[in-house]
């Protein structure tokens, strides 16, 4: 090594670790960059636009309605790989945590405020969140209500009986909301105000990003697509599909993007190999995701040096409230026993591994929740409860009635004498509050035993539904590069495929938050961008 | 003598290209491709082969069906879903579905050349809702 350099790092190290003092990779002369530069004047380009959106769900269609409405001289095109437009929003119950609405006002909660939903929101996020970036969707949440409302959503005013507002385990008001008909309500009428309202702006579907391009100087210049891609929901690992030696389909194009690129690609809950590199168990974790939820734009960005963090973490979600499972016992069908504390300070995680670590050990076979009349009369969601006594909550969602134990054991194939032998044992430890698992007595209210007929049973299975991992952000929704640490010109990302928002846990009710304020953000900053070209 | 030497030779080259031309595209071996694509028994009722969807010049630039291709037979989205119309009721007719209305692509569920699958099965227990997907 040089003399020259030796120097400069020698002065680099005496500086200390402050993030104000560490002189910029690029100032030291180093040429490592975390991407291959492309000459624009290389490609030849198929098509350009202003603004290109990756994603159709809610933070891609808010993304690009915020973009065609900041210019309306630009043109703004949201680009999805898959036939069926709307990704896991499309599908979503898209619940969401408002701050100061109508409906807050009406039932007289007048003492919310978004540092109030921000303290909620930090409680779940144990510290791994980066506060600015949780600020803005803390602070945003009426603002998105409004925007909602004004691009034709409606909202359900059947649920918190009859007020439209309801109060979600870990928020400490009542301020939850939800649009009336879900996600599908939300998706739909975005996708029709950008049909009658936003002639600058054009969706298409079957559009795969395969590589983002960056010029010398770092800056976004465009993609690689391949239109007419065929996302195949057959093989067993759906992250097959971002391998192009396994699905070839699709044409190559080159998009030439002038002011920016907005990645609102959501997550890689449905790759087995992606999600399974990072936690094992999670290899067969179900998840019930759009299946395109794969590692493909995760992998892109990685690829030209976008920095992802949170890689790791990960969030259950279970068809009935974590708070709802307490009032049952959760047993191993195979030996009739319990295996964990179904309270565990209603810690959707270790209720989630604690299930799938006990399912490794029967060859994946279920484990069952079992509560009596008691349990289901303590029910927290009674609106959830009878979701899944009708069969309607999806896979693995659904809780059969029993009028005995016996015909539960039947319908489970478990053994009546071992399971009635340890549901005697739970009751008898429960009543001295001496409980095998420490479960606190008294949290149960008087759910403090199974004996009062008829008793109900479900399939307790985690679902992987949330990727806390992605590619960090400024508040500005600026992607990040990993080796510079500067943002990336050009290059933005919102929703789930972002990251820093949230931690070790999301608060039920906010991933529509920070896919709405962040989309809102990413939308308006990508228009505004001076264009490259 | 010189216009017939030319005829002649005119003549001559003419079916040198003929013959060249044939040999380099050869016919496809259609019922080999029948084999290995058969089609389902309410196509082949119809005696269809392989022309009657895929327009493309040869059997090698065959491309995937677009749902307007399908339609070219079977009418329009809303024709499609009105034969379903009895289960409207509940929002549970897959052609016009809670979901996607009639926003669908055919092949998000139905495929020739090998079983089709149920897209509400992914999350839903269909039970007493809907039969085999054709």
Not at chain 1, 352 to 367: K, V
């Amino acid at each position: 090594m040089s003399e020259n350099k030796k120097n400069t790092r020698r002065s680099f190290l005496k500086m200390g670790l402050g993030a104000a003092a560490i002189v910029p990779v690029t100032a030291l002369g180093l040429s490592n960059s975390a991407f291959a530069a492309t000459d624009p004047k290389a490609i030849k380009w198929d098509d350009e636009m202003d603004v290109l959106v990756i994603g159709s769900g809610m933070a891609g269609m808010i993304a690009g309605i915020r973009a065609a409405e900041t210019d309306p001289s630009i043109k703004v095109v949201v680009a999805d790989k898959m036939s069926r437009l709307g990704g896991s929003s499309l599908i979503s119950g898209l619940n969401m945590a408002v701050v100061g609405s109508d409906l807050q006002e009406k039932i007289g909660v007048t003492d919310d405020s978004w540092e109030l939903l921000l303290k909620d929101i930090e409680k779940e996020a144990k510290g791994y969140n980066h506060r600015p970036l949780t600020e803005v969707a803390a602070k945003g949440t009426l603002k998105l209500y409004n925007f909602l409302k004004d691009h034709g959503v409606q909202y359900d005013m059947s649920i918190g009986g009859g007020t439209g507002v309801k109060k979600l385990g870990g928020h400490s008001r009542a301020r939850c909301v939800w649009p009336a008909g879900g996600g599908t309500e939300v998706i739909k009428k975005l996708q029709q105000f950008c049909a009658e309202k936003l002639s600058n702006l054009e969706i298409r579907k079957k559009v795969l990003l395969e590589e983002i391009l960056r010029n010398d100087e770092g800056r976004v210049i465009g993609v690689k697509v391949r239109e007419k891609y065929r996302f195949n929901s057959r093989p067993e690992d759906l992250g097959d599909n971002d391998n192009p030696e396994i699905n070839k389909s699709g044409k190559t194009k080159y998009y030439k993007v002038k002011r920016g690129l907005v990645m609102g690609s959501g997550g890689y809950n449905q790759d087995r190999r992606f999600r399974g590199d990072e936690v094992g168990t999670m290899y067969n974790a179900a998840s019930t995701t759009q299946p395109g939820a794969t590692a493909g734009a995760i992998k892109a960005m990685i690829n030209s040096g976008f920095k992802p963090i949170h890689m790791t973490l990960f969030r259950f979600a279970f068809p009935i409230p974590t708070e709802d499972i307490l009032w049952g016992i959760l047993v191993n069908p195979r030996t009739g026993e319990r295996f964990v504390d179904e309270y565990s300070n209603n810690d959707r995680q270790t209720i989630g591994m604690a299930i799938l670590e006990e399912r490794r050990a029967i060859d994946g076979e279920h484990t069952v929740l079992i509560y009596d009349q008691k349990g289901a009369d303590e029910y927290h969601d009674q609106q959830r409860l009878h979701l899944s006594l009708e069969g309607k909550n999806g896979t693995n969602g659904t809780i059969w009635k029993f009028e005995t134990l016996e015909e539960l054991a039947i319908n489970f194939d478990m053994n009546i004498a071992t399971l009635k032998a340890n549901i005697e044992k739970y009751n008898i430890d429960m009543e001295k509050d001496q409980d095998a698992f420490h479960k606190p007595k008294s949290k149960l209210k008087t759910a403090t035993s199974i004996s009062k007929a008829p008793y109900y049973a479900m399939q307790l299975n985690p679902r992987y539904n949330y990727a806390q991992g992605g590619a960090l952000i400024t508040p500005e929704a600026r992607a990040i590069d990993v080796v510079t640490g500067d943002t990336i010109p050009g290059a933005f990302v919102c929703g789930e495929a972002a990251a820093g928002t949230y931690g070790y846990i999301r608060l039920t009710a906010c991933s529509t938050i920070d896919c709405g304020t962040f989309g809102m953000v990413a939308g308006e900053n990508a228009a505004k961008e001076q264009p490259w070209s | 003598m010189k216009k017939l030497l030319i005829i002649a030779i005119s003549f001559f080259v003419f079916s040198m290209s003929w013959a060249t031309i044939s040999e380099t595209t050869p016919e496809p071996n259609w019922q080999e491709l029948a084999q290995e694509y058969s089609i389902k028994p309410h196509h082949r009722a119809l005696k269809f082969d392989c022309v009657m969807c895929h327009s493309e010049s040869t059997p090698d630039d065959y491309e995937p069906l677009e749902t307007e291709q399908c339609l070219d037979c079977h009418g329009s989205s809303q024709k499609v879903a009105n034969r379903l119309k009895f289960m409207d009721a509940n929002h549970t007719n897959p052609h016009n579905s809670f979901h996607d209305g009639l926003d669908l692509d055919c092949y998000e569920c139905h495929a020739e050349h090998e079983p089709s699958i149920n897209l509400c099965t992914r999350c839903h227990e269909v039970g007493n809702w809907m039969s085999t997907v054709k």
